[in-house]
């Protein structure tokens, strides 16, 4: 063995646990873990279609919707069994959104939220305040929600 080289090998694998560690123990501490509710006795369930549209797409889905009086909400569009599209979760400051429709998904707070999923997160608030509405009809921007149930 080279003299020395032992010595290098164990100074860089040092270097490099010691990196490991610092971005595990930074990751750790900015990805923090949003907890939500689950769905429990007093959460309405609405199960029906959705039409979605945009000057340049239109989609004819299944929903099911779940929310709760705390401000608790769940949005699962699927076209065809097993095939989620937009899977969103959402309370009062923070969201999930994953699906198809999600790109590469986003998590965080929801005034944070990409422009592309602003719409969908604004829905929220049109099933919180008229639980009782057999038809929700919501359009911002280019964007219109035509819920049916």
Known sequence: MIPG???WIRAAASVCLGAVSLFDFTSCTTLAHHQFSEPA???RTK???LLYA???RTLIGDVIVRF??????QLIVSKGPGITLLSLRQDAGFAEVKGFF???GWTGPV???PPPLRGWLELRDQFL????RKVVRYKTGDETFLFRF
């Open 5 to 7: 080289f032992a010595h």
């Open 41 to 43: 006795a007093g959460w």
């Open 47 to 49: 199960t029906g279609q």
């Open 54 to 56: 945009t000057p340049g």
């Open 68 to 73: 709760a009086k705390t401000g608790d909400f």
């Open 102 to 104: 999600a790109g590469r």
């Open 111 to 113: 005034q944070q939220a």
């Open 129 to 132: 305040s008229a639980p009782e």
